[in-house]
């Protein structure tokens, strides 16, 4: 007998392993709010480990993280290069519902692509004033591509 107890002890650990959320994932509650939001508001770690004032800013939802496209020199962006990569991330308004997460600069063509189509579904004609200046700044590196990944 004690040694089917040990068996189910076992099997009920490992089912909890596979049905646990995971770690850095979205509540249903943030995604669906992300998912009906035109803006996200950045707060990023000072040196002294602070928050920032949120800054307002276009977003796009993929992979499971949140995007946005900055001027390098943006204190989000010179943040993370001096390695301090947490922020807290605000939908739909500065003090809006909001997840801890860690920011990461990233080069990929196929993001910025998907990057692209998002904006022009989102903003519409508020991204034809802008499309040149995002698509000229992440092929000159006069902007650059932020990855926001949930804690």
């Not at 600069?105 to 579904?121: I, Q, W």
Request: glycine share 8%; proline share 6%; net charge positive.
């Amino acid at each position: 007998m004690r040694h089917y107890t040990r068996l189910l002890v076992l099997l009920l650990l490992c089912i909890g392993a596979f049905t646990a959320p995971a770690h850095g994932s979205l509540s249903p509650d943030l995604q669906k709010a992300l998912e009906s939001s035109k803006y996200i508001y950045v707060a990023s770690t000072r040196k002294n480990g602070e928050l920032s004032k949120p800054a307002e800013i276009w977003f796009m939802l993929h992979n499971g993280a949140v995007w946005v496209c900055s001027p390098p020199a943006t204190h989000r962006v010179k943040r993370i290069k001096a390695g301090k990569t947490e922020a807290k991330i605000f939908v739909g308004k500065p003090d809006g519902p909001s997840f801890k997460a860690k920011g990461s600069l990233v080069k990929d063509p196929a993001v910025n692509k998907a990057l692209f189509e998002t904006y022009a579904k989102k903003y519409g004609s508020d991204w034809t004033s802008y499309e040149k200046k995002f698509r000229e700044g992440l092929a000159d590196g006069s902007r650059v591509l932020v990855r926001y990944d949930p804690e």
